[in-house]
């Protein structure tokens, strides 16, 4: 049970914005949002986590709904590096006890 | 810094043929972990370890799968006997502990194929 629920894939167009959503709609208040990302024959690499207020870093940006519902992985200019699986994981109390879903597939135009 | 080591890379068995796996984590992190990823699906984790104690394994099935982690550092699992659904990438991971500003760092992993 992921408790996550992502689209199975999306595309984008090189240089263009992306918007990865994922609903967690039984997300309890002291449940972290964690995303990783893995590349073809890689594992999965970290990309940003958060609890209640947006995030930035020099990966991605993070949007959480303010009812924590639902969050917003977004990727300013997407590269062609950035196809990828992305991973969104709710991260309870045991952080490395992380439940993988199937995630969202990211096809990249160029 | 150096990143999480495996080997090998890659591992074709037969079935009911034993197998084993080496990690090496990033230098001073004291939590290790094993996923198993099935084609397609997204990692398992298998174990969990603290330094050298376990602190999960409630998803190892240790009928067959075992593993170590005898002074804190470098880890070791192993499969005995493999069955032809262990066909998986088995991923080591490790953090410098438990807290959520503690992201997991993540080895290539193995690719055992068992026919």
Known sequence: ?110 | EAGVAQSPRYKIIEKRQSVAFWCNPISGHATLYWYQQILGQGPKLLIQFQNNGVVDDSQLPKDRFSAERLKGVDSTLKIQPAKLEDSAVYLCASNEGAGHNSPLHFGNGTRLTVT
């Open chain 1, 1 to 110: 049970d992921a408790k996550t629920t992502q689209p199975n894939s999306m595309e984008s167009n090189e240089e263009e914005p992306v918007h990865l959503p994922c609903n967690h709609s039984t997300i309890s208040g002291t449940d972290y949002i964690h995303w990783y990302r893995q590349l073809p024959s890689q594992g999965p690499e970290y990309v940003i986590h958060g609890l209640t207020s947006n995030v930035n870093n020099r990966m991605a940006s993070l949007a959480i709904a303010e009812d924590r519902k639902s969050s917003t992985l977004i990727l300013h200019r997407a590269t062609l590096r950035d196809a990828a699986v992305y991973y969104c994981i709710r991260g309870g109390t045991s952080y490395g006890k992380l439940t993988f879903g199937q995630g969202t597939i990211l096809t990249v135009h160029p």
